[in-house]
């Protein structure tokens, strides 16, 4: 089964008791058969889970090492048919040095025991009493009843997973200024397993997730932590069972302080190995000690649990949302001012048409100017009304400038456009693309030709998603002396505006609140009974289908075939497998073709992870074919 890249992992916390191994066993089983049937492929448990880890200087004690190993025998006999890789923590003694190991076992195979490197002993603990650090060399020995190996920096590498290599640091480990998983990741591991016994103290959970999503971060890997909870001693501790399961810096699962469950996650593996390739600053290591294994996972793609954001550019948090569209108000302003201040410029010109993009543009322009000391004036704010403007929009285009005090002009093109077609023969009842673009083009005349009699720049209105689609009059709105919105794709212009609506409030916000309620068209057709005739998204498609597209197109790479998958997972219930690969189809299309347009685009900030600029993020040959890309889709397409 194509599982599209996704690995689901899980970090369970079994309620154990002190010094009983045989109980401990049965819980960790129970667990494991609950992962399982989850569809879990991999399970980490807690540091010492087999025997606890408050046994103190019961870890000296003859029975409790052979109740140990005798644990991990009978979990490994019970676990033979289970398609699982899991590390569960125990004592292991070797001739006169004991270790605080994980041992890695699947499919009834023990494939190694990974010792612990860096053993506390400050504070509240005391490990160096009772164990010794992990050998620098692989001890072969036998244990559980098996031939196996102890050490440290394993890989497992996994014959049937693709771009799966799981690796085990320890509690402490994670905590030092050089964690194992540094080297074991730069070595190939995609998967960090760490077995933990982290107490609870106030403020801990927060730095214990804070390096959990750091190490996740800075390795462009999975990370599981499965920290001990209930049935450890507390005569002077308390133990808390966070668990936590991150992949890249994000936290996919967490579980509740002071609880026993089973927290699981399903990672994207290919995702992780896209960041590795597409980072020149990723430092690949050849592996040194790689121990392959086999197992028959297979996962259900319709049980994911993983959600994946309709909108992946714009935050689900509303409070982080807020904050994020201050900031990139804040980077488009700063760019613009930047451009003035170096060019000794003090007048702008944007054409506003009533619409989203324009009035986003207007005012990232009076942020600009107010950041400088610039009078409002000096912006220019250049309606251009033409066959298919409404009076909605005009009234918007005439209102927006008026009330926040900058210089309105009107430049009706109707009758130049005509002339234009009369110029070049072309029959105005043919509303047809020279129709179209012969409007767009004028306006940029216009706006070109005010700049000229001020000494100003141009703003270009134009956002990332016109920008992948190609939807833009090359030579026309295409064109500008500085674009603002150049990387803002159409779903994030939305909250941008409703941000600044909430922010102005009175007349203000009343007019933006209507131009974010008024359909996205160029209007470059003539009004139906006085409405928008020309809407845009009924022509291209869905822009929050088309941004999502774009996001994984651009940011990790993916193929069409995992991008049609994460749609229809993302949108299921709200547009059909057939409506999402119409437009997923339309989408590569125009993304080829008309990447020409964007090969030769002017200067604008980038406020996001992506970007479309040639100077930036995306260098692509304007003669690419689309054909693979094309063929993939095919295959795609839904049966009818």
């Known amino acids: ?128 009493r009772w164990f010794t650090p992990a050998p620098e060399t692989p001890v072969p020995l036998s244990f559980a009843g098996q031939e196996t190996v102890l050490g440290q920096g394993f890989l497992f590498m996994c014959r049937d997973v693709p771009g799966l290599t799981a690796c085990v640091e320890i509690c402490e480990d994670l905590w030092v200024p050089a964690p194992p998983s540094v080297r074991m990741a730069q070595e190939g591991a995609t998967l960090v397993l760490n077995p933990s016994a982290s107490d609870e103290i106030i403020g801990k959970a927060d730095y214990r997730r804070s390096l959990v999503e750091n190490q996740s ?63 020149t600053t990723w430092q690949g290591l050849p592996p040194e000690r790689v121990i392959p294994f086999s197992m028959a996972y297979t996962f259900d793609t319709a049980k994911m649990t993983r959600r994946f954001a309709r909108t992946p550019f714009v935050p689900d948090d509303r409070g982080d949302l807020s904050r994020r569209c201050e900031t990139i108000l804040s980077l488009q302003a700063a760019g613009l001012a930047t451009r003035l201040q170096h060019t000794g410029i003090s007048h702008a010109v944007v054409g506003i048409s009533g619409g989203l993009d324009s009035t986003l543009a207007l005012l990232v322009a009076v942020r600009a100017f107010d950041a400088l000391g610039l009078p409002r004036t000096g912006i220019h704010a250049v309606s251009m009304p033409g066959f298919g403007t409404t009076a909605r929009t005009k ?73 992948a689609l190609g939807w833009a009059t090359y030579n026309g709105d295409h064109m500008s002396m500085y674009g603002v919105n150049a ?72 193929p069409p075939k995992k991008i049609y998958f994460l749609a229809c997972r993302a949108f299921d219930g709200m547009y059909a497998p057939a409506t999402v690969w119409k437009w997923l189809s339309n989408f590569y299309r125009r993304f080829f073709a008309q990447q020409f347009k964007r090969s030769c685009l002017p200067d604008g900030p980038k406020v996001g992870s992506v970007t479309l600029s040639p100077r930036g993020d995306w260098r692509m040959p304007s003669d690419a074919s689309v054909r693979l890309w094309k063929e993939e889709i095919e295959a795609l397409r839904p049966e009818a």
């Open 487 to 558: 990387s803002v794709p159409k779903t994030l212009v939305r909250h941008l505006v409703r941000y600044a609506a909430d922010a102005f409030g009175g007349e203000i916000g009343e007019i933006l609140r209507d131009v974010l309620a008024t359909p996205v068209s160029p209007e470059l057709l003539p009004p139906k009974d006085g409405e928008i005739s020309q809407k845009t998204e009924e022509v291209v498609g869905p822009y929050e289908l088309h941004d999502f597209f774009l996001y994984y197109l651009l940011r990790f790479g993916f």
């Open 217 to 279: 971060a800075r390795l462009y890997c999975a990370y599981a932590y499965a920290d001990a909870g209930f049935g450890e001693s507390t005569t002077d501790l308390v133990f808390a069972g966070h668990n936590l399961i991150a992949e890249n810096g994000t936290v996919l699962s967490e579980s509740p302080l002071f609880s026993t469950e089973i927290s699981a996650a399903d990672v994207d593996l290919d995702r992780l190995l896209q960041e590795r390739r597409r980072c």
């Open 1 to 128: 089964m194509d599982t599209n890249g996704f690995f689901r992992v899980a970090a369970a916390t079994p309620q154990i008791r002190v010094a009983d191994c045989k109980q401990n066993t049965q819980a960790v089983l129970a667990a494991l058969q609950q992962a399982a049937s989850d569809g879990a492929g991999a399970v980490v448990f807690p540091e010492l889970c087999l025997t606890g880890y408050t046994c103190g200087d019961l870890f000296h004690d003859e029975t409790l090492l052979r109740g140990a190993e005798d644990a991990l025998e009978t979990i490994l006999t019970h676990t033979a048919p289970l398609p699982v890789l899991f590390a569960v923590g125990l004592p292991v003694a070797v001739g006169a040095a004991l270790y605080n190991c994980a041992a890695v076992c699947c499919e009834g195979k023990l494939l190694a025991l990974v010792a612990k490197q860096n053993l506390p002993n400050y504070s509240e603990f005391y490990e160096a």
């Open 395 to 467: 009234h918007n285009a005439e209102s927006l400038p008026r009330a926040l005090g900058v210089t309105a002009q009107e430049v009706p093109i109707g009758k130049a456009v005509e002339q234009h077609f009369a110029d070049i023969g072309h029959d105005p009842a043919v509303q047809d693309v020279t129709y179209e673009n012969c409007q767009a083009r004028e306006r940029t005349q216009v706006l070109m030709d005010i700049a000229n009699e001020l000494g100003g720049l141009v703003i270009g209105t134009g956002d990332l998603s016109e920008l």
